[in-house]
């Protein structure tokens, strides 16, 4: 009966340790760009999470002013400015749906605001003098926000509203972000683009 030798056992060893290093070099490689690919997917979704909810209300404003928690009421229905930090867009919005029946308008009161990097919808059940709702969190790693308004056939950095003056024809929103700037147009009701 015929055995190995101790040099033919060695080599084996020795071509079975390459192999398993390499395997486990693989799936390291597959687990770390699994990993990255989850985390920009995760990023994706933010974002289109957060353009939904911008484009719904955006498409939906209304020219109506809504009354704050102290009863006062701002110089126009789109109050809109570039931020790092604090509310950069309110507005009063159409079409809010009642299946439930309750005792509220089909108007809706909403404010998008960058906190701690995180951009936030809040929304109040009545127009006028109601509470704030808990925040909804619709992105994260965000420094800061651009805006920019499409009116008389030209962008500019400003717009002042008034109270019979109608809504810009569109929005143009710039966020810094982890991962660079990314821009978004968003059409407004009274559009003629």
Do not use: C
């Not at 009063?92 to 029946?101: F, I, M, S």
């Amino acid at each position: 009966m015929k055995g190995f030798t101790l040099v033919e056992m060695l080599v084996a060893l020795s071509a079975l340790a390459v192999l398993a290093a390499g395997g486990f070099a693989v799936a390291g490689a597959a687990a770390a760009s699994h990993e990255a690919i989850s985390q920009r997917q995760n990023e994706t979704d933010e974002l289109m999470r957060l353009r939904a909810a911008l484009r719904g209300d955006l498409m939906q404003a209304a020219t109506r002013r809504a009354r704050d928690i102290n009863g006062a009421k701002p110089q126009a229905a789109l109050q809109a400015s570039g931020r790092a930090e604090g509310v950069f867009l309110s507005l009063v919005r159409r079409g809010w749906t009642n299946p439930a029946g309750r005792d509220r308008a089909s108007l809706q009161a909403v404010d998008y605001r960058l906190s701690q990097g995180r951009v936030e919808r809040i929304w109040r059940e009545h127009v006028d003098g109601s509470p704030a709702q808990e925040p909804q969190l619709l992105m994260d790693g965000v420094q800061s926000v651009a805006i920019s308004f499409y009116e008389f056939g030209q962008w500019t950095g400003a717009w002042t509203g008034a109270p019979n003056r109608p809504l810009p024809e569109a929005i143009r929103l710039t966020l810094s972000t982890d991962e660079g700037d990314v821009t978004q147009i968003f059409l407004l009701p009274e559009a003629r683009l």
